[in-house]
């Protein structure tokens, strides 16, 4: 038997198999975000063959996705709270990519958001099981290292599905007309759907065969006395704790409603406004989106310890006030370049910035949350992040497109959202300091 430090009670040092699970979960969340942000590459080809608007390819790409995210979560999350996450996971897993491959096999924009929704679906358990298993495989002091690793997979899957997304729909528009039995003549971001998709039913494998349920940590003491495992506890928990969560939540949800909108809308701005390739677009912006996620990503640590070393007991979030603010110029200014090569130089920044937030978002969440609530409130954070900036970021992004700017003026919309949501993020965060410092055990 392991405890949460890796060790067996026999003895036998097993100190890589938490981080083999934090590996097989990142492989998990890395095909989730490529199938969950492909379609962001594949926007003009679909809107084409399926004769769309860019406000409904905005409903597609954010809304039909979020929707079921949304009405999943609490339940998932309460489930993964109380029942085996393992099996949960694997089978929402085993959902997400039938249902990518399924957006290849849509004939309409009905069909196309069926789809979407099963992609919603499957993906509401991921973060969700994956906090919670990661923080009952690792001791309290190395649960925010591991997590931060884990979110890589935002950066690592955001590029590789804009780098994969790019090439791929050249190469299969480069080998012509392409017949499937059964299926007939298949339009190249049809296979792209279904060249992604697929593979995910291998990781379900891998991680179903390899990675064990971790035993449950001991709940965390809340004052207050509420029983935190029950529904009636977690909601008089919420009620003694309202304004810490209202703004730190807020706070990331500012922050994320600008990521989304960059999610669905930054490949076919890029396109548009300076005419350059799909293949082009993913060896420069699927570069940058990867390289400076990642590297945000993994500054966490030190930079919480920075903050930490100044007497900052909320280190997590003047993380995030520090990355909030930083970003505010680069969000606001970079789709106004007049080149493709200064707009992704000066975006690299704000790319950095994300990699840093988002990846710490998880952590300081985790880290004032009691132990057997970590899932339900990853599930709520990522509730409110996705109804929010995941139903309506690139809804917002396509009706000024449509309706204001025009579609070939996209760039403006992306424009606006840094300038609102980067200040609104950083008030929050400033707001929310001295109760997340009271909250800190």
């Given at each position: 038997m392991e405890n949460r430090s890796g060790v067996t009670t026999t003895g036998q040092s097993t100190s890589l198999y938490p981080w083999y699970v934090v590996g097989v979960l990142l492989v998990g969340s890395v095909f989730a975000y490529i199938d969950r942000l492909v379609m962001g590459f594949l926007?003009?080809?679909?809107?084409?063959?399926?004769?769309l608007n860019d406000t409904q390819m905005g409903v597609l790409n954010g809304f039909a996705f979020a929707v079921f995210y949304v009405l999943m979560g609490i339940p998932l999350g309460r489930l993964i709270d109380i029942k085996n996450r393992k099996a949960i996971l694997a089978s929402c897993m085993t959902?997400?990519?039938?249902?990518?491959?399924?957006c290849g096999l849509a004939t309409s924009y009905a069909t196309m958001f069926l789809a979407r929704v099963g992609v919603g679906v499957g993906e509401a358990a991921l973060n969700p099981s994956a906090v919670s298993i990661i923080s009952d495989t690792f001791p309290k002091h190395k649960v925010a290292k591991a997590i931060a690793l884990y979110t890589l997979s935002i950066y690592i899957g955001g590029g590789l599905a804009i780098i994969v997304g790019g090439n791929l729909i050249d190469f299969f528009a480069s080998l012509g007309a392409i017949t499937i039995p059964g299926l007939g003549e298949v339009a190249s971001w049809r296979l792209?759907?279904?060249?992604?998709?697929?593979?995910?039913?291998l990781v379900v494998a891998i991680f179903m065969l390899t990675v064990k349920e971790p035993p449950r940590t001991v709940v965390t003491p809340v004052k207050g006395g509420e029983d935190t495992s029950s529904i009636r506890g977690v909601v008089q928990y919420l009620g003694r704790n309202n304004r810490l969560y209202a703004l730190l939540f807020g706070g990331l949800v500012a922050f994320g409603f600008y990521t989304y909108g960059i999610h669905a809308w930054f490949p076919a701005t890029?396109?548009?406004?300076?005419?350059?390739?799909?293949?082009?677009?993913?060896?420069?912006?699927g570069v940058i989106h990867l390289?400076?996620?990642?590297?945000?990503?993994?500054?966490?640590?030190?930079l919480v310890r920075w903050f930490e070393r100044r007497g900052f007991r909320e280190a997590p979030v003047m993380l995030c006030l520090a990355g909030s603010v930083v970003a505010i110029v680069p969000a606001t200014v970079a789709p106004m370049m007049p080149s493709a090569a200064l707009c992704l130089a000066i975006f690299s920044i704000a790319m950095f910035c994300w990699g840093a937030v988002i990846s710490t978002s998880f952590s300081a969440v985790a880290l004032v949350t009691p132990?057997?609530?970590?899932?339900?409130?990853?599930?709520?954070?990522?509730?409110?992040?996705?109804?929010?900036?995941?139903?309506f970021g690139?809804?917002?992004?396509?009706?000024?497109?449509?309706?204001?700017?025009g579609p070939e003026n996209?760039?403006?919309?992306?424009?606006?959202?840094?300038?609102?949501?980067?200040?609104?993020?950083?008030?929050?965060f400033w707001l929310v300091r001295p109760l997340y410092r009271r909250a800190m055990p």
């Amino acid at each position: 038997m392991e405890n949460r430090s890796g060790v067996t009670t026999t003895g036998q040092s097993t100190s890589l198999y938490p981080w083999y699970v934090v590996g097989v979960l990142l492989v998990g969340s890395v095909f989730a975000y490529i199938d969950r942000l492909v379609m962001g590459f594949l926007i003009d080809p679909i809107k084409q063959d399926l004769s769309l608007n860019d406000t409904q390819m905005g409903v597609l790409n954010g809304f039909a996705f979020a929707v079921f995210y949304v009405l999943m979560g609490i339940p998932l999350g309460r489930l993964i709270d109380i029942k085996n996450r393992k099996a949960i996971l694997a089978s929402c897993m085993t959902l997400w990519s039938l249902a990518t491959a399924a957006c290849g096999l849509a004939t309409s924009y009905a069909t196309m958001f069926l789809a979407r929704v099963g992609v919603g679906v499957g993906e509401a358990a991921l973060n969700p099981s994956a906090v919670s298993i990661i923080s009952d495989t690792f001791p309290k002091h190395k649960v925010a290292k591991a997590i931060a690793l884990y979110t890589l997979s935002i950066y690592i899957g955001g590029g590789l599905a804009i780098i994969v997304g790019g090439n791929l729909i050249d190469f299969f528009a480069s080998l012509g007309a392409i017949t499937i039995p059964g299926l007939g003549e298949v339009a190249s971001w049809r296979l792209v759907f279904l060249s992604t998709g697929l593979p995910g039913l291998l990781v379900v494998a891998i991680f179903m065969l390899t990675v064990k349920e971790p035993p449950r940590t001991v709940v965390t003491p809340v004052k207050g006395g509420e029983d935190t495992s029950s529904i009636r506890g977690v909601v008089q928990y919420l009620g003694r704790n309202n304004r810490l969560y209202a703004l730190l939540f807020g706070g990331l949800v500012a922050f994320g409603f600008y990521t989304y909108g960059i999610h669905a809308w930054f490949p076919a701005t890029l396109m548009r406004t300076y005419a350059i390739s799909p293949t082009e677009v993913a060896m420069s912006y699927g570069v940058i989106h990867l390289v400076g996620g990642v590297a945000g990503a993994l500054s966490v640590g030190a930079l919480v310890r920075w903050f930490e070393r100044r007497g900052f007991r909320e280190a997590p979030v003047m993380l995030c006030l520090a990355g909030s603010v930083v970003a505010i110029v680069p969000a606001t200014v970079a789709p106004m370049m007049p080149s493709a090569a200064l707009c992704l130089a000066i975006f690299s920044i704000a790319m950095f910035c994300w990699g840093a937030v988002i990846s710490t978002s998880f952590s300081a969440v985790a880290l004032v949350t009691p132990g057997n609530m970590r899932g339900i409130m990853t599930g709520f954070y990522m509730i409110l992040m996705n109804v929010t900036g995941g139903a309506f970021g690139a809804v917002v992004v396509g009706l000024l497109s449509d309706y204001v700017f025009g579609p070939e003026n996209v760039r403006y919309g992306i424009a606006t959202l840094g300038a609102i949501c980067m200040p609104t993020a950083a008030v929050l965060f400033w707001l929310v300091r001295p109760l997340y410092r009271r909250a800190m055990p």
